[in-house]
């Protein structure tokens, strides 16, 4: 019995030949073939030639396809004799009668390439599984990340006609009017912002950015509390920076409203200690996972991510913050391991179609005025990658004399919002309790 290296990876010569015989016999057929194929989806070289002389054409104001055109091409491109010669050329038109099966042919040509690139990847992972050079869960991440992309690269690309959309889309407004008030998205607590977002979106990457101090985990936090306990969906709290005890007794605090610092200390009434039962009883029953790894590599937390998604079925992940992950490329340059970890972030959002909330420091120099997309740390590419950036605002004098609820007002700038508006509202800080409400629940 042959070993599987000596097996003719997976090809289908007679519809090769048959879809470029379409081709030849009606150039509109191009068309439909681009939808599922690409020169590379060929396996005989001589195909993959024709195919391409025939792009070359098609790019060229759309210049029809025939036995002399394609000729032509392919001696101007050097390749004719290469190809089979005008005899292998006019021999394709004889293969099928008509054009009208492009599609089929088009479908057997992309599934054989697909079978070949699963067959590549593996054989990557085997070759890669025997070097114990490389630690397993980084194949493991490779392989993920590896088969994810070539789903991606072999969707078939479509259009719709309205008349198919408008039936949809009134369902959709029909929806969205006898809801009234219920927003897209994932609601984030604060009615004000989500009437300008409509709540974080599937596939999307959101920022929150702030200078140290203001607020920013507070923030996440109260949001992800809101989520997971008043609406009773799913999250994932992935903290670089806090233990996950640390973050329980913040939940645990702004929950009850009883000081963070009477929790630390211990010097609590006995009213308090009513409340943060009832606090924690809340919390036990909240769908929240808070997965707690410093200095975590952006490989584990992919990894982690998917796994959350598959077990528990999460619908938002909040990151703790983005420039305390840790790249897989060490050796490059800072900026351009933030970069990484921006893109991987909003592929993760896609990968998974659940909004990534991650938060980020701001530069230096944003202290004391108004940040502005510039001021997003160490580089551009997440003001570039993310579909949604907002920004935590404090007078600083107001921080050192926050001894009392009302020093804590705060403005949440919608800096930038790919789908909708950008405006600023004002929230409050209740610094005694590391929580954020509305100024209207507040009052």
Same mark, same amino acid.
């Given at each position: 019995?042959?070993?599987?290296? &000596?097996?003719?990876?997976?090809?289908?010569?007679?519809?090769?030949?048959?879809?470029?015989?379409?081709?030849?016999?009606?150039?509109?057929?191009?068309?439909?073939?681009?939808?599922?194929?690409?020169?590379?989806?060929?396996?005989?070289?001589?195909?993959?030639?024709?195919?391409?002389?025939?792009?070359?054409?098609?790019?060229?104001?759309?210049?029809?396809?025939?036995?002399?055109?394609?000729?032509?091409?392919?001696?101007?491109?050097?390749? =004719?004799?290469?190809?089979?010669?005008?005899?292998?050329?006019?021999?394709?038109?004889?293969?099928?009668?008509?054009?009208?099966?492009?599609?089929?042919?088009?479908?057997?040509?992309?599934?054989?390439?697909?079978?070949?690139?699963?067959?590549?990847?593996?054989?990557?992972?085997?070759?890669?599984?025997?070097?114990?050079?490389?630690?397993?869960?980084?194949?493991?991440?490779?392989?993920?990340?590896?088969?994810?992309?070539?789903?991606?690269?072999?969707?078939?690309?479509?259009?719709?006609?309205?008349?198919?959309?408008?039936?949809?889309?009134?369902?959709?407004?029909?929806?969205?009017?006898?809801?009234?008030?219920?927003?897209?998205?994932?609601?984030?607590?604060?009615?004000?912002?989500?009437?300008?977002?409509?709540?974080?979106?599937?596939?999307?990457?959101?920022?929150?950015?702030?200078?140290?101090?203001?607020?920013?985990?507070?923030?996440?936090?109260?949001?992800?509390?809101?989520?997971?306990?008043?609406?009773?969906?799913?999250?994932?709290?992935?903290?670089?920076?806090?233990?996950?005890?640390? =973050?329980?007794?913040?939940?645990?605090?702004?929950?009850?409203?009883?000081?963070?610092?009477?929790?630390?200390?211990?010097? =609590?009434?006995?009213?308090?200690?009513?409340?943060?039962?009832?606090?924690?009883?809340?919390?036990?029953?909240?769908?929240?996972?808070?997965?707690?790894?410093?200095?975590?590599?952006?490989?584990?937390?992919?990894?982690?991510?998917?796994?959350?998604?598959?077990?528990?079925?999460?619908?938002?992940?909040?990151? &703790?913050?983005?420039?305390?992950?840790?790249?897989?490329?060490?050796?490059?340059?800072?900026?351009?391991?933030?970069?990484?970890?921006?893109?991987?972030?909003?592929?993760?959002?896609?990968?998974?179609?659940?909004?990534?909330?991650? =938060?980020?420091?701001?530069?230096?120099?944003?202290?004391?005025?108004?940040?502005?997309?510039?001021?997003?740390?160490?580089?551009?590419?997440?003001?570039?990658?993310?579909?949604?950036?907002?920004?935590?605002?404090?007078?600083?004098?107001? &921080?050192?004399?926050?001894?009392?609820?009302?020093?804590?007002?705060?403005?949440?700038?919608?800096?930038?919002?790919?789908?909708?508006?950008?405006?600023?509202? &004002?929230?409050?800080?209740?610094?005694?309790?590391?929580?954020?409400?509305?100024?209207?629940?507040?009052?």
């Amino acid at each position: 019995m042959a070993g599987l290296k &000596d097996k003719i990876p997976p090809h289908n010569d007679e519809a090769e030949q048959a879809a470029l015989g379409a081709i030849l016999l009606d150039n509109d057929a191009i068309d439909v073939a681009l939808q599922f194929i690409k020169a590379a989806d060929f396996y005989s070289n001589a195909n993959r030639r024709v195919f391409e002389a025939v792009l070359n054409l098609y790019n060229q104001n759309r210049q029809k396809a025939d036995i002399i055109t394609v000729v032509a091409e392919l001696r101007s491109m050097g390749e =004719l004799d290469r190809t089979g010669g005008p005899a292998y050329v006019a021999s394709l038109t004889s293969v099928v009668p008509s054009a009208a099966n492009i599609d089929y042919y088009a479908k057997i040509i992309q599934d054989c390439s697909l079978r070949r690139a699963l067959l590549k990847v593996s054989g990557e992972v085997s070759a890669r599984s025997f070097d114990e050079s490389v630690e397993s869960r980084v194949v493991l991440e490779e392989t993920q990340q590896k088969v994810f992309e070539l789903s991606e690269s072999r969707q078939t690309i479509t259009y719709t006609s309205t008349h198919d959309l408008m039936p949809r889309a009134i369902e959709m407004i029909e929806k969205l009017y006898h809801s009234k008030g219920e927003f897209t998205g994932i609601p984030s607590g604060f009615d004000e912002l989500d009437r300008l977002t409509s709540g974080f979106q599937d596939s999307e990457l959101a920022i929150i950015g702030a200078r140290p101090s203001v607020g920013k985990t507070a923030l996440a936090l109260t949001m992800a509390a809101s989520i997971t306990m008043e609406k009773k969906i799913p999250a994932a709290f992935f903290s670089l920076e806090m233990s996950d005890i640390a =973050l329980a007794l913040r939940l645990i605090s702004m929950q009850a409203m009883v000081e963070s610092q009477k929790i630390r200390s211990g010097f =609590l009434k006995p009213e308090e200690f009513g409340k943060i039962t009832t606090a924690m009883a809340r919390i036990y029953e909240a769908p929240l996972y808070i997965v707690d790894i410093p200095g975590m590599k952006l490989l584990d937390l992919r990894a982690q991510a998917r796994r959350l998604r598959s077990k528990h079925d999460i619908k938002i992940l909040f990151v &703790d913050y983005l420039t305390l992950i840790t790249s897989d490329n060490y050796y490059i340059p800072r900026h351009e391991q933030i970069a990484e970890i921006s893109r991987s972030l909003k592929g993760l959002a896609r990968e998974l179609n659940i909004p990534v909330v991650a =938060l980020s420091q701001l530069r230096r120099d944003a202290e004391g005025k108004m940040p502005n997309l510039a001021d997003i740390r160490e580089s551009g590419s997440i003001e570039q990658d993310a579909d949604l950036v907002m920004f935590l605002h404090r007078q600083r004098e107001s &921080d050192q004399k926050a001894g009392t609820e009302g020093d804590g007002k705060t403005q949440l700038i919608i800096a930038k919002q790919r789908n909708g508006p950008v405006g600023t509202l &004002d929230i409050m800080f209740l610094p005694r309790f590391a929580r954020f409400v509305s100024l209207a629940r507040h009052a």
